[in-house]
């Protein structure tokens, strides 16, 4: 008779009085409805630590030919592609680090920390007078920076498993947004003593930090999530070697009569893995790293190019925008993405698996890159509309292809591991999003000097390239490359 109790019993849920995620397990189980307020919240911290990603991409320009550091015009994309890569490559040096931070201590203060240097770095970097400062405060703004891992593993774990989904469509849009609101504020806010002389001398402040004000109003945004994030509750499981004897009520009669239960504690969601599984070995995880890579390389190339292409002049083979003309289109980019998100990806993502929906979007991808070099022959409303809708478009695809890399990823590996593999992934992509602007301005800077070549002149050789790469990704989607998990792990 003993025996019989103790089975059903040994299957219940055990909770450690004092650790954050069972106590977030617990509330998981009394509210079964979706936690936008935790969403909110993770959302406003992505986005902040996100913005200051591309919001250099409109100015960039104008800032390295302010600086004086090119000696030609046609060098300003060189230099300006290592400031672009300066963040990712900091964030290659912490990402690991910052992800077994965030398994040991938790995802929260990681978060914070983020957050908070993005007030500080951001700031030097608006105020940055040489092109080393520029490039030193880019480097410390993305080593310091280890939110992307964590608010990946948070975002599985806050909300119960059938959330899983939309909390990381949810945090991938808003990361999707934030690299196109980032390049509308730079474009609107950048040199506001040429765009507003009523308002903004040209020997005031801001004439003598042209570039300050889009960087000062992103940290001001991470001011305000860094206050905000003081209400997100923690969700790692911390148990430590007191667990027995800080148990809740409902089990302590269990544990005297098996105390084997002691084992069930510290695995509290009771699933069957290995507690030190070597994440460099798990090819489900490790494939799904590897082409999640490769599409961040294509999408942050194509937010330095495109923004690079727009406002170079149509001689070079260009589109003659001003970075209010980039920002008036990533604007309305940003708004798009989240009509997208709100009523079209919930529907996408009911009908279709997150494998399926990579597949689709990135085959439409390729002849949608190629055609960027022929919207040079347009010009006026016509060239401004087709433009954005080419925009709108080539971003809703990036975001469905990452949203579903993320989703697969994080269905790899159990909680305890999130983070960690997580900070593999950042790690990786980082390294990817670093070559990816300081390749993509060297390649523009020398496509904008063979105008006239016979192959693939000008920046169609951009574009070739770009879509070269999104080819290898399409690729990668399909087996035997892309492993699924047999295991799929709740968050």
Known sequence: MAGDL?????????????????????????????????????CIATLCTTLPISSLFPFLY??????????????????????GSAM??????????????????????VIMISIFSVIIFNTLFGLSTTYWMALVTRFLLGFMNGILGSTKAYATEVGREEHQALGLSILSTTRGIGLVIGPAIGGFLSQPSEKFPNIFSKDSFWGRFPYFLPCFCISFLAACAFIACFWLPETLHKHGNNDMEN??????????????LKENSENPEGRDFPSSENLLKNWPLMSAIMGYCVFSLLDMAFSEIFSLFAVSEK??????FSSADVGKVLSLTGFCLILYQLLLYPYFARISSPIGSARVAS?????????????????GFILSFVVTCASVL??????????????????????????????????AMSLFKAIAPACGGILFSWAQKRQHASFFPGDHMVFLVLNIVGFIGTLMTFKPFLALSSKKYAA
């Open 363 to 379: 085959v439409i991808t390729i002849p949608l890159l190629a055609s960027f070099p022929f919207m040079t022959k347009l010009s």
């Open 247 to 260: 148990r809740t009520t409902e089990t302590q009669g269990v544990c005297q009569i098996d105390p084997e």
């Open 88 to 109: 990712m490559v900091g964030r290659i040096f912490t990402s690991i680090l910052w992800g077994m931070v965030a398994d040991r201590y938790g995802r929260k203060p």
């Open 315 to 320: 001689k070079y083979g260009g589109l003659s």
């Open 6 to 42: 103790i089975e059903p019993l040994l299957k219940k849920k055990v909770y450690v009085h004092g650790c954050p995620g069972c106590e977030q397990d617990r509330r998981k189980e009394t509210y079964t409805g979706v936690p936008y307020k935790e969403f909110f919240f993770i």
């Open 394 to 427: 080539k971003n809703i695809l990036s975001v469905t292809i990452l949203t579903s890399m993320n989703i697969l990823q994080n269905n790899a590996v159990p909680q305890h591991q999130r983070g960690t593999a997580n900070g593999i992934s950042v790690t």
């Open 62 to 83: 104008f800032m390295i030919r302010d600086l004086h550091v090119a000696k030609r015009v046609e060098d300003i994309g060189f230099y300006a592609g290592f400031v």
